[in-house]
């Protein structure tokens, strides 16, 4: 018999929380749970999803104890798992991330270069309060963190928090996979990766058949080449929008500059930037195709199924964001050992790069949690990206820590995105500016 888990959101109101409740419920043989409850900071917005969730679940799981609260105590007490995403600042803050930088002709994005360093700086607060709840509430719990930008939350989880069990998390690799195994005519679980980077910054050395050991690298390289990542066929509900699809088609120019491995479709903003912004509009950005697309999508879903008084027939969607942190979970509670992407402390798995560094690398994961595997030596050249890239990230939560205005200006300075000290040092004092209330002083 599987012992029942306990569960609680933090970020209750995400866009993202419906579906991975849907997959939860689709997954209680697996993942069999007795209790589930939401925490947000914004409670008339999680209210929303609250209350169209409890409609659902007691339609669909009338013995799963559900709640919702912004009371911390109420919320971390008695859990198993934190599944984490928060935004701290929301989509408003987002926007700010991401226009302000092409104010200045410079790559506006949530999770890379300047906006993801804005970004950053406010996450780690907020990131820090809920690990703190989950550690005086429920001190044997697992916080699984897909709260952005994860490389820089997950530094600062090492530096700050070296002893709590906070796992970051990102999706990007899990969907895809799904489009590399749509193109060899594979499911995901069939095939076995070896990756290595850092969050949003990495390559694939292998696609494997689990079975056969058949590498798909170069077949999927060939159909890279050609098309990027863009399949025929839909593959999941996320990362499905025409922004989306740009990025899935350059990953063809990212497989160019680096033909021996299959890219991350992150590493444009890097590779491209000049690009990314001929494509930008600055005054229509990312947060906002979010904000008129996926959520008010899901909040209109959540509003008509409270105005209905029942969710059949209701709009929420699983998607492959979901299938992962649930299978995490899964692999934690039951001890399953199964094999999986995760942002972990180097300490050799890349065998010539820096031990302290957080990477993205494949793990096993059981009840103690993760065990990196060995990804061997890596090229110079991306060495020597991954280096410059973790040295911002590493000077972000310096900044933080110390409070330091001329660290964060030379992080700034240091990400291959900006062009320009004297550009940094522009948008750090409008990024300041825009920040105040989230960002800690800086002097
Ligand atoms: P969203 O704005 O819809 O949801 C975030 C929620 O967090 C909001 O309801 C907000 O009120 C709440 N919140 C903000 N600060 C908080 C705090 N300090 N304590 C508690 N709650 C707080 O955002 P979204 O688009 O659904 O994304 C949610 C998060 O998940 C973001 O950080 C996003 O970047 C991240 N995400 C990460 C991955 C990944 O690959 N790691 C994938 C998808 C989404
Ligand atoms: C990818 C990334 C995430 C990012 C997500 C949502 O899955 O891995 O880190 O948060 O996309 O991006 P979006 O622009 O759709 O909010
Ligand atoms: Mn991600």
Redesign the pocket.
């Known amino acids: 018999m599987k012992k029942s888990q306990s569960v609680v959101i ?8 419906p579906g991975i409740v849907m997959m939860m419920l689709e997954n209680s043989d697996r993942f069999p749970m007795k209790e589930l409850k939401l ?4 409670g008339d ?2 209210a929303v999803l609250g209350e169209a969730l409890e409609i659902l679940l007691k339609e669909q799981a009338p013995d799963l104890k559900f709640s919702y609260t912004t009371d911390p105590k109420e919320a971390f007490s008695g859990v198993d798992f934190v599944m984490a ?7 408003e803050m ?1 926007e700010q991330d991401e226009k302000i930088p092409l104010k200045y002709g410079i790559v506006g994005q ?2 890379c270069g300047p906006g993801g360093i804005a970004y950053g700086m406010r ?1 780690i ?2 990131m820090l ?2 690990i703190d709840y989950m550690e005086e509430y429920s001190p044997e719990a697992w916080m699984l963190n ?5 490389a820089i939350v997950a530094e600062a989880c090492r530096v700050l928090r070296p002893d709590s069990k906070v796992l ?5 690799p899990v969907g895809t996979l799904r489009r590399m195994s749509q193109i060899v005519g594979k499911t995901p679980d069939e095939l076995e990766v070896s990756y290595f980077g850092l ?1 949003h910054f990495g390559w694939w050395t292998s696609v494997k058949d689990k079975e056969s050991g058949y590498d798909y690298l170069e077949d999927i390289k060939t159909y890279v080449a050609e098309n990027g990542y863009l399949t025929q066929v839909e593959v999941d509900t996320q990362h499905m929008d025409e922004s989306w699809q740009a990025t899935h088609k350059k990953a063809k120019d990212l497989l160019a500059i680096e033909p021996r491995f299959l890219p991350n479709t992150y590493l444009k903003y890097y590779f491209y930037p000049d690009y990314e912004v001929g494509l930008s509009n600055p005054t229509f950005t990312r947060a906002n195709e ?1 904000m008129n697309g ?2 008010r999508e899901v909040f209109s879903a959540a509003r008509d199924i409270i105005a209905r008084g029942t969710a059949e027939n209701g709009g929420f969607h699983i998607d492959s ?1 979901a299938s992962f942190i649930v299978d995490l979970a899964r692999a934690i509670a039951f001890n399953a050992k199964e094999r999986m992407l995760l942002i972990v402390e180097n300490n050799g798995a890349i065998a010539n790069f820096d031990d302290d560094a957080m990477v993205e690398v494949p793990c096993i994961v059981g009840s103690d949690g993760p065990e990196p595997l060995s990804q061997g030596k890596i090229p110079n050249f991306e060495r020597a990206l991954m280096l410059q890239q973790v040295t911002v990230e590493k000077m972000v939560v310096e900044a933080y820590v110390e409070g330091s205005y001329q660290k964060l200006w030379q992080a700034l300075s240091l990400s291959k995105i900006v062009p320009s000290a004297e550009k940094a040092k522009e948008l750090l004092d409008d990024l300041i500016e825009a920040n105040k209330g989230y960002w800690p002083e800086l002097k």
């Open positions: 933090a970020g209750g109101g995400s866009t993202f929380t925490y947000d900071n914004d917005r999680q995403h928060i935004r701290v600042g929301k989509y987002r949530e999770t996450s607060t907020g309060d809920i897909y709260s952005n930008p994860a970051n998390i990102c999706d990007m969050n979010v996926r959520e964001h």
